[in-house]
């Protein structure tokens, strides 16, 4: 059985998506927990419509009937995690009655559910950033894990907790500890032995002891000169942070600033200085998948005109600051350094991942790869911790004057900004605008037809956008996307952030509509 | 010789089977070429093109091996004159069903029956069938020397004009053999579920939504279809004309887009790509794409890349350039070369980090790149400029 949770894989993450309807064809349950009625509803035994951001209550609901009907794992649960009690005090607090209230799923759905998916082992949870991408981020990944935990789901194969990640190579560019807080192989840069080890390796005598800034704190640091210096590699920042406004002021405050792209956009307008780069399948490389697959990138085409490697870009840069480094390939740079430095990825090599990529942790060259995490409920600490956690509502709800929730996302046919897909035959054909996607009842309501220009505003900002009436938005919502300079939702997102992982809440912000 | 439990012999050989594999499942492992037509890897066997049928000792009729499970003692034969003969008859109705041109002599138009030309007066384009060596039915009509026909009057069907309203898929029903390889694709592997056979009898064919065009469909152009289709009746608009199958290197590589890591085999023809197929069988993906992983490639050779480094005008040389832009950026970029370009850069770093210390510098990285290219960043920023501020997308 599966359970998706703020996933919207048919459209974000298509291949995916027709492995899990080929299960469920297959007699797999399905059950989805979002507010929109997507593709995969189809599928689905069960749809839980739930209101934004109420994942939480919904999920500590859910495992208030585990506990109080006895449905959980108790093996599982006693031999291999920590701090149930706790859990189970806060999961107490949510009698389905209170997450009904919250979360807007009636108490009965919620035990049906509950029982549900104790009735079936394995259940596999995927989730994408209808759950990261709110205040309670953090929190509503924790709860996910908890649920996982408490059925005894984790560690097996179609078990587990999966986060369906958004780019080609997020996991790699996490992987490669493009992080303020780590080396790659994630180790912890204020970690003494840690930096010991990569000055060793990169020739120099000290490395920086305390966490750097993550990009929030960068940003406000153009602005009170605290960031003076801002070199920003392949990023569309003016148009996918939250309040484009505010960012393109942040971006505006930079003293000198540096873009590395493959085309100028609406961020390097701020640009001082701007590498061409290399594109994909214009150099060699490797890309790390969403399952920790390791594969390989390679070249098709040459780079035009003066365009380089970013790798190689780097390295210039670096020489002229007194540093000559010695890889002079992807590949080197791949098997002398990072599979060298990061103990997970040891075993992988180029030569390994001619075909078929490998998953880490792959420790040695004789190791398979690791398919699955936390095999017989062995989690990396030791015991796995129950980390209860509380419900908090998005940091703006909707009220009088702007009555609508606002949630943001991607769509088929286009990748985030469209600097790539803009510039490919045929796909604006099949999409060439934004659309603030409304319930029939909304558009009823307000006397908006189907198509119509409306506008769409925030305490942020406003954007004139065609309305895309359907049965897939809740009454009471207002879904769009980013794809688009015109109408794209971060003129009016919030740039309210999780308090510990900084992640914007791009899934909830109040917004109002109005004819024009 | 004793015969080995859950042994076949096919054409000689013994073969073991696995309980419920099929004779053509046997076969391929054995690695015996049974041809098939209709027969999609991980889809329901149908049996409907019989193209497979073999013959089996103490058996009368044919059977199709692709819906025919192993059994104990079974003695097969893949390529007895009956079995040719047969499919020899199979393959002539085929050729003669559709606008099968290909099976001619020469491309010299006035060897060319009326027949013929009449058939392609529907093609519009092409002079020949863009799946012209690519075309399993073209094999096979080579392999098993069969002609098509080339006289009298084309049927009606064959004069229906090929659809092409849309940017990706051309869908070409004279040449359709009614297989089902693409309905097997849509429903069974993508499970999108916007085509399959419509109408009865001779009227059969596929049709999108309720014989619509596939704009019109449910239709969400991932191209599996066209991957599945053995002939020319589904073909990528974007690849037409760009080079035949022979001309281009195929090279594996990792899609750009999501986080799914599919792997794409990269059809480059004088170091340009002209097409994208799913690598079959290999992970993650077996062979799916979807429209961005199979169409999304030619933003690289888009005009508007970045051809050299650029620098602002008054960047570095305090030029007093008016704000024209509201971006509080004075002046214009203009071309530079590398080595002013990454001069510039490494001066400007320098002075900012004597004068305000190394965490007065902030990057951000990529989640598109390679890994390789996000290694050397944080390691430029860590051990030269000696900061932690470097992070990327993920958070955000």
């Known amino acids: ?516 | 010789m004793m015969q080995q439990s859950n042994s076949i012999i096919i054409n000689g050989h013994t073969c073991l089977f696995e309980p419920g594999e099929t004779i053509l499942e046997v076969a391929q492992r054995y690695r015996i070429d049974i041809p098939t037509l209709c027969h999609l890897k991980g889809t329901t066997p149908t049996g409907a093109c019989r193209i497979c049928i073999v013959e089996m000792e103490g058996r009368k009729d044919l059977i199709a091996s692709c819906t025919t499970p192993a059994a104990e003692g079974m003695v097969i034969r893949t390529e007895s004159p009956k079995v040719i003969s047969h499919r020899k008859t199979i393959l002539e109705l085929m050729l003669n069903s559709g606008n099968h041109n290909c099976a001619i002599g020469s491309s010299k138009e006035e060897s060319w029956t009326d027949f013929q030309m009449k058939t392609l007066v529907n093609d519009q384009n092409e002079d020949l069938c863009p799946a012209w060596g690519d075309c399993e039915l073209q094999n096979l009509a080579y392999r098993y020397q069969v002609k098509g026909r080339t006289t009298g009057e084309p049927q009606p069907a064959m004069m229906v004009p090929a659809e092409r309203d849309n940017p990706f898929i051309i869908r070409d029903s004279t040449r359709c053999i009614l297989c089902g390889r693409c309905v097997a694709a849509c429903n069974q592997v993508q499970v999108n579920r916007a085509i399959d056979f419509g109408y009865r009898g001779s009227d059969s064919k596929i049709i999108a939504g309720t014989d619509d065009t596939l704009m019109g469909s449910d239709c969400v152009f991932c191209g599996e279809c066209v991957q599945a289709c053995p002939v020319g009746a589904l073909v990528e608009k974007k690849a037409m004309g760009h080079g035949r199958p022979w001309e281009t290197q195929k090279i594996r590589t990792t899609c750009p887009y999501c986080g799914v890591g599919c792997q794409q085999l990269l059809h480059v023809k004088d170091k340009k790509i002209v097409k994208v197929t799913g690598v079959e069988d290999g992970a993650p993906n077996m062979g799916r794409l979807c429209i961005k992983g199979r169409f999304g490639y030619d933003f690289i050779y888009s005009k508007e890349r970045l051809l050299t480094p650029l620098i602002r005008g008054n960047a570095g040389n305090g030029n007093a350039d008016e704000d024209n832009d509201g971006t509080g950026k004075k002046g214009k970029l203009r071309p530079a070369t590398w080595d002013e370009a990454l001069d510039l850069v490494a001066q400007k770093f320098t002075e900012i980090i004597e004068n305000h210390g190394p965490d007065a510098l902030a990057g951000v990285s990529c989640a598109r790149s390679i890994n390789e290219d996000s290694y050397q960043m944080q390691k430029l920023f860590r051990a030269v400029f000696k900061t932690n501020n470097i992070d990327h997308c993920a958070r955000t």
Request: proline share 6%.
């Open chain 1, 1 to 516: 059985m599966f359970m998706v949770i703020g996933s919207n894989m048919t459209e974000a993450h298509p291949v995916a998506s027709t492995f899990l309807k080929n299960a469920v064809q297959n007699g797999a349950g399905l059950i989805v927990v979002d507010p929109r009625k997507h593709k995969l509803v189809d599928f689905a035994n069960l749809h839980l419509p739930l209101k934004v951001g109420s994942d939480i209550a919904l999920l500590n609901g859910l495992m208030n009937v585990l506990i109080t009907e006895d449905l959980y794992d108790h093996e599982f649960v006693e031999r291999c995690c920590d701090d149930f009690e706790a859990l189970k005090a806060c999961a107490m607090t949510y009698p389905p009655e209170r997450a009904a209230e919250i979360s807007g799923i009636d108490a009965e759905t919620i035990k049906k559910t509950a029982r549900l998916l104790a009735s079936v082992k394995p259940v596999m949870v995927c989730y994408t950033l209808g759950i990261t991408e709110h205040t309670c981020g953090k929190n509503n990944v924790m709860s996910i894990a908890n649920l996982q935990m408490l059925l005894g789901n984790m560690g097996v194969e179609c078990g587990g907790v999966n986060p369906l990640r958004g780019q080609n190579n997020v996991q790699g560019a996490c992987d490669m500890g493009a992080l303020p807080n780590v080396f790659p192989g994630y180790q912890a840069v204020i970690d003494a032995k840690s930096r010991e080890k990569f000055a060793k390796a990169w020739g120099v005598e000290k490395l920086p002891d305390k966490n750097g800034l993550m990009i929030p704190q960068m940003m406000d640091g153009l602005v009170d000169k605290k960031v003076r210096g801002f070199y920003i590699f392949g990023e569309n920042l003016a148009n996918t942070e939250p309040d484009i406004r505010k960012v393109e002021h942040e971006l505006a405050s930079a003293e000198f600033m540096v873009c590395q792209d493959i085309f100028e956009n609406e961020t390097t307008r701020f640009a001082d200085v701007v590498f061409p780069a290399a594109a994909w399948s214009e150099n060699d490389g490797t890309f790390t998948n969403s399952e920790r697959r390791v594969s390989r990138v390679r070249t098709a085409s040459p780079a035009p005109g003066y365009a380089q490697p970013n790798w190689w870009i780097f390295k210039q840069i670096a020489k002229r600051m007194g540093h000559n480094w010695k890889s002079d390939s992807a590949q080197e740079i791949w098997d002398n350094e990072i599979s060298v430095l990061a103990p997970n990825l040891g075993g992988i090599k180029y030569l390994r991942i001619e075909k078929d990529g490998l998953q880490w942790p792959c420790p040695t060259e004789a190791h398979p790869g690791t398919p699955i995490l936390h095999m017989e409920g062995r989690f990396t600490k030791g015991k796995g911790s129950f980390m209860a956690v509380e419900w908090t509502p998005p940091a703006e709800v909707p009220d009088e004057e702007y009555p609508f929730v606002l949630s943001t996302g991607r769509r088929l046919y286009h990748y985030h900004t469209r600097t790539q897909t803009g510039r490919c035959e045929g796909l604006n054909e099949v999409l060439g605008e934004e659309t603030a996607d409304i319930s029939i009842a909304d558009a009823k309501a307000l006397d908006i037809a189907h198509n119509e220009m409306i506008k769409v505003y925030s305490r942020r900002g406003e954007v004139k956008v065609r309305a895309r009436v359907t049965p897939e938005v809740p009454e009471g919502m207002v879904w769009m996307a980013f794809h688009f300079r015109e109408g794209n939702a971060n003129w009016l997102t919030n740039p309210a952030f999780d308090p510990n992982t900084l992640t914007a809440e791009y899934k909830a912000c109040a917004v109002a509509l109005a004819k024009i």
